[in-house]
């Protein structure tokens, strides 16, 4: 299972985009990469997945470069209800033994 | 699409009791499941793999006799905790893998506070 490394924190204001990059060096070829938000006495909502380049929906984009050892989430003008907890994942794609093991995540906070 | 339910939400019981925990997949089906673990202010740590119609898979540390998995269906899986103790006091969460389309994502319930007296 690729490891994964995240900032522990990070701190923005409301309206500005926040960033979030993931290290996963030992990505295998078949690994996508999938982030997760979890709010406080929840369980994680499914944000956005990649394999390669760009990918971007509603409410983020996922950014991951040619090597694919990195991953960066994209929050685009941020609000107060983006504080939360962001995990980023790695696992092999529709392989039936495919489980997603949780890092420590990344804390955001949102100040007004 | 893709909602994944808990039942119940929070539970609280005397030690030396049984509880179980119900997760459903309601708009699709999924052939896995997965039980998590979460004490405060931590990560979520993968308590065991739920099969349809299979037995589960524990991970390393995680008592198949004290946390008793069954995925009788496509759309449920129970997770039964024997003979609770203060110390598995925690949030426990299940998530239903949906590989469906272009995607393999797994979705996750609204999470089950369960304290043990």
């Known amino acids: 299972l690729a490891k994964t490394t995240q900032p522990i924190s990070m701190d923005s204001y409301e309206g500005q985009e926040v960033n979030i990059t993931c290290s996963h060096n030992?990505?295998?070829?078949?690994?996508?990469i999938t982030w997760y938000q979890q709010f406080p006495s929840q369980g994680p909502r499914f944000i956005i997945q990649?394999?390669?380049t760009k990918v971007t929906n509603e409410v983020a984009s996922l950014f991951i470069p040619a090597d694919r050892k990195s991953s960066t989430l994209s929050l685009p003008r941020v609000s107060l209800s983006d504080t939360a907890v962001y995990y980023c994942?790695?696992?092999?794609?529709?392989?039936?033994?495919?489980?997603?093991?949780f890092g420590g995540g990344t804390r955001v906070l949102v100040k007004p | 699409g893709a909602v994944v339910s808990q039942h119940p939400s929070r539970v609280i019981c005397k030690s030396g009791t049984s509880v179980k925990i119900e997760c459903r997949s309601l708009d699709f089906q999924a052939t896995t499941m997965f039980w998590y673990r979460q004490f405060p202010k931590q990560s979520l740590m993968l308590m065991a793999t739920s099969n349809e119609g299979s037995k589960a898979t524990y991970e390393q540390g995680v008592e198949k006799d004290k946390f008793l998995i069954n995925h009788a269906s496509l759309t449920l899986s129970t997770l039964t905790v024997t003979s609770a103790h203060p110390e598995d006091s925690s949030f426990y969460i299940c998530?239903?893998?949906?590989?469906?389309?272009?995607?393999?994502?797994?979705?996750f319930g609204p999470g089950t506070r369960l304290t043990v007296l």
């Open positions: 998530s239903a893998r949906d590989l469906v389309g272009g995607t393999d994502t797994q979705y």
């Open positions: 994942l790695v696992g092999q794609f529709k392989a039936a033994g495919n489980k997603l093991t």
């Open positions: 990649g394999y390669k």
């Open positions: 030992n990505i295998a070829t078949n690994d996508y």
